[in-house]
């Protein structure tokens, strides 16, 4: 059971948008409609922003939006915001009733 | 309002046993998995396990399979997470999160996100 793969780190400017991507394999991302993303400030508790691949908690900014594509998930954040410089992680089912997390990716807002 | 509060900071020696505590509020306790996660220091999240407090069903990433225990007491609404032996490389951040659903059945559930998070438990472990 292998941690699914994000990019280290991206980057963007004030207002502009990017994208996170999530790589497993059918095993896990490719076999539930199941990813959920999570956002952590530093020092904080995770936080839940995106499930079911596509579906935002209430109170959670319709800036951020989740996408599958076979095994590649993905977060996008528009309008990029000084508050969303934090980290975030995506997290599946991967069978025997376990799930497992990316190895997080940092935002870094210009 | 839906809170899981979990107990505080704990510096322990190698060998030493341990036991932290996650106590539910506004929801219906026995319901819900609930799940821990690792952190360790400058590092990422890493699922450990999770237990569904109604019968107290338990599974565990194979990582952590036979590391830790996972337990939970329906009468105070609590889970907790323990270490017969602690280790320095246990040294991390724990935090509980309830699962907001699930699906399955038997021996292949799965997890439909972690919807609440306590707010973390320090554990300093040393040599």
């Known amino acids: 059971q292998s941690a699914l793969t994000q990019p280290a780190s991206v980057s963007g400017s004030p207002g502009q948008s990017i994208s996170i991507s999530c790589t497993g394999t059918?095993?896990?991302?490719?076999?539930?409609?199941?990813v959920s993303w999570y956002q952590q400030h530093p020092g904080k508790a995770p936080k839940l922003i995106i499930f079911?691949?596509?579906r935002r908690p209430s109170g959670v900014s319709n800036r951020f939006s989740g996408s599958k594509s076979g095994n590649t998930a993905s977060l996008a954040i528009s309008g990029l915001q000084a508050e969303d410089e934090a980290d975030y992680y995506c997290?599946?089912?991967?069978?025997?009733?376990?799930?497992?997390f990316g190895g997080g990716t940092k935002l870094t807002v210009l | 309002e839906m809170q899981l509060v979990q107990s505080g900071a704990e510096l322990k020696k190698s060998g030493e046993s341990l036991k932290i505590s996650c106590k539910a509020s506004g929801y219906k306790f026995v319901d819900y998995w609930i799940g821990w996660v690792r952190q360790m220091p400058g590092k990422g999240l890493e699922w450990m396990g999770v237990?569904?407090?109604?019968?107290?069903?338990?599974k565990y990433s194979p990582s952590f399979q036979g590391q830790v225990t996972i337990s939970a007491d329906k009468a105070s609404s609590t889970a907790y997470l323990q270490w017969s032996s602690l280790k320095a490389s246990d040294t991390a951040i724990y935090f509980c999160?309830?699962?907001?659903?699930?699906?399955?059945?038997?021996?292949?559930?799965?997890?439909?996100?972690?919807?609440?998070w306590g707010q973390g438990t320090t554990i300093s472990v040393s040599s």
């Open positions: 079911e691949d596509i």
């Open positions: 999160a309830k699962i907001r659903d699930y699906g399955g059945n038997g021996h292949n559930y799965y997890f439909y996100g972690m919807d609440v």
């Open positions: 997290c599946s089912p991967a069978g025997d009733s376990t799930s497992v």
């Open positions: 237990i569904y407090p109604g019968d107290s069903d338990t």
């Open positions: 059918s095993r896990d991302v490719g076999g539930y409609k199941l």
